[in-house]
């Protein structure tokens, strides 16, 4: 349960009028303040690991399920170059280095489902993958990352930006031997 802390707006005026207040409105005014901040920066991360969301049963866990095992209709975009393309791709496979390049590449982005973006390395994230682009593509619901590397999910949340809400990002180790 939440605590309540009513704070008299006229002692609020400036931060001088703070000292004004008794030390336990102080306090916890202060703690409200600071768990309003980190609750913010928690919202914020959406990264989930794959395992994690096919726990839940429903049906976009099926769907997802679907993309990740089945054989589907896909664009592959490898060093910024289409590789191989299919008619009305609903997946497409990239590599940390095209990304930025999709907008430029002439992709027909209406019938994308499913993202999948290959690290190789911690090298490739030197600064967070800027996922706005992806907010382009009308029926994107999954962005998967998949790390070729052990990655905590802290990484694996700070390895990007920008994502929109209206998409899953989901990350997955797998380390090829």
């Known amino acids: 349960m ?21 030390g336990r409105n102080f306090i916890l005014t202060l703690l409200l303040f600071i768990g309003t901040v980190f609750s913010g920066y ?11 969301f096919l726990k839940n049963s429903n049906t976009e866990v099926t769907k997802l399920q679907g993309y990740l095992t089945n ?19 609903l997946c497409l496979y990239t590599d940390v280095k095209s990304v930025r390049s999709i907008s430029t590449i002439g992709l027909d982005t209406k019938s ?16 967070p993958i800027d996922l706005s682009f992806f907010s382009q593509f009308p029926n994107l ?15 694996a949340e700070t390895s990007v930006i920008k994502a929109s809400e ?4 989901l990350y997955k180790v797998e380390i090829q031997s």
């Open 42 to 52: 928690s919202q914020n991360s959406r990264v989930m690991y794959v395992n994690d």
């Open 166 to 169: 209206n998409q899953s990002v």
């Open 71 to 89: 054989l589907n209709p896909s664009v592959y975009v490898v060093n910024e170059v289409i590789t191989k393309k299919t008619e009305k791709s």
């Open 112 to 127: 994308i489902e499913f993202v999948s973006i290959k690290i190789n390395s911690k090298n490739e994230i030197v600064s």
């Open 2 to 22: 939440k605590n309540l802390v009513l704070v008299d707006c006229k002692k609020m005026n400036s931060f001088k009028n703070l000292k004004s207040l008794d």
């Open 141 to 155: 619901k999954y962005i998967v990352l998949e790390f070729e590397f052990e990655v905590s999910r802290s990484a």
